[in-house]
Antibody, heavy 124, light 114 residues
């Protein structure tokens, strides 16, 4: 069974840094474009960014609010996705989910597997 | 940037009745090269991650009850939940997945039982 498990969340002061991890299992991680989505308390879903496969140069894309502060990377040997967050702001407080598409058959171009999320609180 | 706007923000529907949620994109999400609408619907219950319901505007994800259906093309889409059940209480999000930025969500629609 495909599974994603996030970790690394916690309380950090404004201006601080934090790195989240997402451990993948049950599917071929190297074939997957991996995405981070966040959800601020009581708010909707916000796409953070994604990383493509190694054969595509591990190209990354970021949402405007995090570009230049957040870095997405992946370790295909360990099946782990990372989100390095620098210069954190109070508005980065959210539950951070990793997600991807793992279903067999034609591409859905949708996220059919999600982790349970890890909570990040940015506060002084 | 493609902006997704859902309506209404919330709605209350009686058990067994039909719920309709609309989603409008600021640009077409229909790509002529493959005639595919890059529009998906998710359901999120409290304390849980989102769950994929519908992809490509109208294809039900495996295991999703057939009372959930999606329709629309281009910029206007609808999620319909027929014969509403108590377990359908949730927040529903539409999502585009091909434009700029590569992904964006609607603000969500909260569905409750009347």
């Amino acid at each position: 069974e495909a599974q994603l498990v996030e970790s690394g969340g916690g309380l950090v002061k404004p201006g601080g840094s934090l790195t989240l991890s997402c451990a993948a299992s049950g599917f071929t991680f190297t074939n997957a474009w991996m995405t981070w989505v966040r959800q601020a308390p009581g708010k909707g879903l916000e796409w953070v960014g994604r990383i493509k496969r190694a054969i595509e140069g591990r190209t990354t894309d970021y949402a405007a609010p995090v570009k230049g502060r957040f870095t997405i990377s992946r370790d295909d040997s360990k099946n782990i996705l990372y989100l390095q967050m620098n210069s954190l702001k109070t508005e980065d407080t959210a539950v951070y989910y990793c997600t991807t598409e793992v279903g067999n058959g034609p591409l859905k171009d949708a996220f059919d597997i999600w982790g349970q999320g890890t909570k990040v609180t940015v506060s002084s | 940037d493609i902006v997704m706007t859902q309506s209404p923000d919330s709605l209350a529907v009686s058990l067994g009745e039909r719920a309709t949620i609309n989603c409008k994109s600021s640009q077409s999400v229909l790509y002529n090269s493959n005639n595919k609408n890059y529009l998906n619907w998710y359901q999120q219950k409290p304390g849980q991650p989102p769950k994929l319901l519908i992809y490509s505007a109208s294809t039900r994800e495996s295991g999703v009850p057939d009372r959930f259906s999606g329709s629309g093309s281009g910029t206007d889409f609808t999620l319909t939940i027929s014969n509403l059940q108590a377990e359908d209480v949730a927040i529903y999000y539409c999502q585009q997945y091909h434009g700029t930025p590569p992904c964006s969500f609607g603000q969500g629609t909260k569905l409750e039982i009347k």
